[in-house]
């Protein structure tokens, strides 16, 4: 492996990324596949959270009822923000109007979400991070052998 102070820190700082990547996308894989039931929502009542002046989401509380027992949850919808706060309104309105079916893991009725989502993302993110890691790793034992190549025949 190639010693030079600048890649090893290089390397560290690709392998602490790494771990963030895939600590993100292994959480995200685990929500996903614990959500393998679903039922319809009892109730829901919409609000607007306020993240910024910018930035508003649509944001629910909702209930639902599992082998006769009635849960609760909350959450926004992934990857939906609006600008301002009307068409954050507006989109509430037409949120309001639809049948939600509420995803929830049956081992642990009360862990739910609105939506099952794959991480496409998060598993992009982190197979890219991979492929990083991979590469200077693999330069750094090309330039390692290269070196000593040339010490070989001095």
Request: glycine share 10%; proline share 3%; with cysteine.
């Amino acid at each position: 492996m190639h010693k030079n102070p600048f890649f090893i820190v290089l390397l560290a700082a690709l392998c602490a990324a790494g771990l963030w990547f895939f600590g993100k996308a292994a959480w995200a894989l685990y929500d996903y596949n614990s959500y393998t039931s679903s039922v319809q929502a009892k109730t829901i009542d919409w609000n607007i959270k306020i993240v910024s002046e910018e930035q508003f989401i649509p944001y629910a509380r909702y209930t639902y009822v599992v082998n006769g027992t009635e849960h609760t949850g909350e959450g926004s919808l992934k990857n939906t923000v609006y600008r301002n706060e009307w068409a954050a309104g507006k989109a509430v309105e037409e949120l309001a109007k639809k049948g939600w079916t509420i995803w929830y893991d049956p081992d642990y009725p009360n862990y739910s979400s609105l939506q099952k989502i794959f991480p496409l993302k998060e598993c992009i993110y982190a197979g890219t991070v991979a492929l990083l890691i991979i590469y200077f790793l693999g330069l750094g034992f090309y330039v390692a052998g290269r070196q000593k190549q040339g010490q070989g025949h001095g």
